[in-house]
């Protein structure tokens, strides 16, 4: 029996509820973990019901992949639990492998020829997972390599899929199975050198989705504060279909003249600058056909002096048909974004009972520490998002957007902006120290303009916290049976200040674009740091928050992790109780039938994972693991038993019960 863990669309839901009634999660032969997020929906969660509160501690490990023959690092990339075996990603060549789930045992492995497209990419090794569609009965495996090449794999033997895509002229590149997505950009392009940098540069970093039959691609751009001049490609979103690779469609993410939101861009920025790539994965919903696409900011962070107006549709959340690429709506999170507030991570889909009755709902967690939450269908807002003013920018050139859109409900899942009322104060001598150490940097809401290093009043740098409450290492996860969001975070603040463009440039080897921007960002940040070897900011370090959706309320937060034993130990707060401050360490979140599990560390930095009650938040049980885990967990059900899969670097390691 095949079933996915979780399934958002309304049909598919139907189908999963009279299977479940027949045949209890924790007997089932296979339960799938279809995308890197489980399911279209992202939510990361399980149906499988075999690991409890009374056996968690029972978990042990069964066998380790190792990575390190395909060079990989990183480890970002989820496993797929499709059909009885495990496919992801690894390494800088992004290298397609299939794994026995019971033994860890290589299958197959597939890897591109060698391009220049792939040696230049910023996020080779950043490979986060596979798409996978079911075409006429075979399984199909959809990958984008750091080149920015679409693959289509046979599932069974790794062997690129017969009348999938046209020839690549590039020596070495298989007849059949593969697209060249810079083809359908439309820019000037060689096949083996990919576009000139002088123009810009693209790859990718999240798999494709496949949606009806319809492949959506994604991709990814070099990192803003890696920038120093203006010109780049923009992110355009490419589909293409699942059985032939022909290409289907385009959307703009700079509109052109004639297109929505063409206004948005002044001076003509639309014919030069670039970014607003979709790097973060994609959720989607069938029923509706509709895709979800989380974005990022322009060309340059931290300065967008050269990109006047509101720039739709960088940092926004867009959802697009499926089938023509026609958008449904759009909702933009940051006006004119220059404060790397890139949305880094899936939208999460939800059917709730909100007070207007039963309403399906895409939730979008941010790095600034807000939830915004739209009715997935019409993208009508759930409750009020409310325009805010915000501060002006001091730095010639830049024109920073009046107002900020802040959601009324869910309330922040993390402390916003800085100010002395957030400041460390165990006692009087701490509170002046960290009063101290922030008197050199310029306090202010989430939105606060950053200045340039030789600003007229002398300060380091204006601090952006938080700078990252959400991000890549650590994404939400959801409970589809209670409408409950379980999102970990942590306060942390960016520093960066501005220099000008010709120093800027003078940090990369090979810069993309021509024209040198008039300011950009400095190659590292200098945060303000305690003297007694806490941080400046009150805790919790790390947290993790329960938002009930039906209602926007939260239901319940507590620290994440335990606090460290040198903060705990410190001479500076002997005799103070300062109880669990969080580790400041992130970790993973996985939601199964009966718990919610997350890995953290304890005070002494073992690495462990922890179970908690999903209603409550208070821990039932723990267990330690060999090494800390990174980016994901996976849970599925292979020939009648659980396993728990975590991405242990260049490792995965597998656990599950005697």
């Known amino acids: 029996m095949r079933i996915s863990g979780s399934l958002t669309s309304r049909s598919l839901i139907a189908l999963s509820v009279c299977v479940l009634s027949a045949l209890p ?137 017969q009348g999938f895509g046209e020839p690549v002229p590039i020596e070495g590149f298989p007849e059949t199975g593969v697209v060249d997505l810079l083809k359908d950009l439309g820019h000037p392009y060689d096949p083996y050198e990919g576009l000139p940098l002088e123009r810009g540069y693209i790859t990718s970093s999240s798999p494709p989705i496949v949606v009806n039959d319809t492949i959506i691609v994604g991709n990814s751009a070099e990192q803003g504060y890696h920038q ?17 690779g022909r290409f289907k469609w385009k959307f703009n993410v700079i509109p052109r003249p004639g297109e929505f939101g063409h206004e948005t861009w002044q001076n003509d920025a639309w014919q030069y600058t670039g970014d607003i790539s979709s790097w973060a994965p994609l959720s989607a919903d069938p029923a509706l056909d509709l895709v979800y696409i989380p974005t990022n900011g322009v ?32 909702f933009q999170m940051v006006h004119h974004d220059i404060w790397n507030y890139d949305t880094p991570t899936a939208p999460i889909l939800l059917d709730v009972e909100t007070s207007r009755g039963p309403t399906p709902i895409v939730a979008q967690a941010t790095k600034q520490g807000y939830t915004y939450v739209f009715n997935r269908e019409t993208g009508e807002p759930i409750w009020p998002i409310d325009e805010v003013p915000m501060p002006a920018s001091p730095v010639p050139g830049e024109q920073l957007a009046a107002t900020q859109p802040i959601p009324s409900k869910p309330a922040p899942f993390e402390n916003v902006g800085s100010s002395e009322e957030l400041l460390a104060d165990y006692t009087p001598k701490i509170k002046q120290q960290a009063l101290s150490a922030v008197a050199d940097y310029i306090m202010g809401p989430v939105f606060n303009p950053p200045i340039q290093r030789d600003n007229p009043e002398g300060k380091i740098a204006a601090l952006m916290c938080p700078s990252g409450a959400v991000n890549i290492t650590h994404p939400p996860a959801a409970d589809p049976k209670s409408g409950i969001m379980y999102i ?85 707060l002997a005799g103070v109780e300062i109880g669990n401050t969080g580790s400041g360490a992130v970790g993973q979140l996985l939601v199964t039938d009966s718990l919610l599990i997350y890995s953290n560390i304890t005070g002494d930095g073992a690495p462990h994972l922890f179970a908690l009650d999903k209603q409550t938040g208070e821990e039932l049980a723990r267990v330690p693991v060999a090494a800390a885990s990174r980016y994901g967990m996976s849970s599925w059900v292979h020939d009648g038993k659980q396993y728990l899969i975590l991405q242990t670097g260049s490792t995965l390691t597998a656990l599950t019960l005697p």
């Open 25 to 161: 999660a924790s007997g089932q032969d296979s339960i799938e973990w279809m995308t890197l997020g489980s399911d279209y929906a992202h939510t990361r969660s399980t149906a499988a019901a075999q690991i409890t509160a009374e056996n968690f501690a029972d978990l042990s490990v069964v066998w380790e992949w190792d990575g390190a023959s395909f060079e990989a690092q990183s480890g970002r990339s989820t496993p797929s639990y499709i059909n009885g075996r495990l496919y992801t990603v690894a390494g800088a060549r992004r290298h397609v492998v299939a794994i026995d789930p019971e033994s860890g045992a290589t299958i197959w492995s597939y890897r591109e020829p060698d391009t220049e497209r792939w040696k230049y990419s910023m996020r080779a090794d950043y490979g986060k997972g596979v798409g996978y569609a079911s075409i006429n009965g075979q399984d199909i495996i959809y990958t984008i390599s750091p080149g920015f090449f679409l693959t289509a794999l046979d599932a069974e033997t790794g062997q690129p899929l």
């Open 228 to 244: 120093s001049r203006i010109e780049n490609v923009p992110g355009d979103i490419l589909a293409y279909d699942a059985r032939t």
């Open 488 to 572: 970990m975070s942590r306060y942390s603040c960016g520093s960066r200040f501005l220099v000008t463009g010709e120093e800027a440039d003078t940090y990369y080897e090979a810069p993309t674009g021509v024209t040198l921007s008039r300011y950009a960002a400095s190659g590292t940040g200098r945060p303000p740091r305690h003297p007694a070897g806490i941080p400046v900011f009150k805790p919790p370090y790390s947290r993790i928050t329960a938002i009930d959706m039906n209602t926007g309320e939260h239901l319940w937060w507590k620290p994440a992790g335990y606090t460290p034993d040198r903060i705990k130990n410190l001479p500076a």
């Open 299 to 330: 060309t340059i962070d931290y300065y967008g002096g050269h990109h006047p107006g509101d720039n739709l549709y960088s940092t926004s959340l867009i959802a697009l048909k499926a089938a023509t690429g026609e958008r449904a709506w759009h």
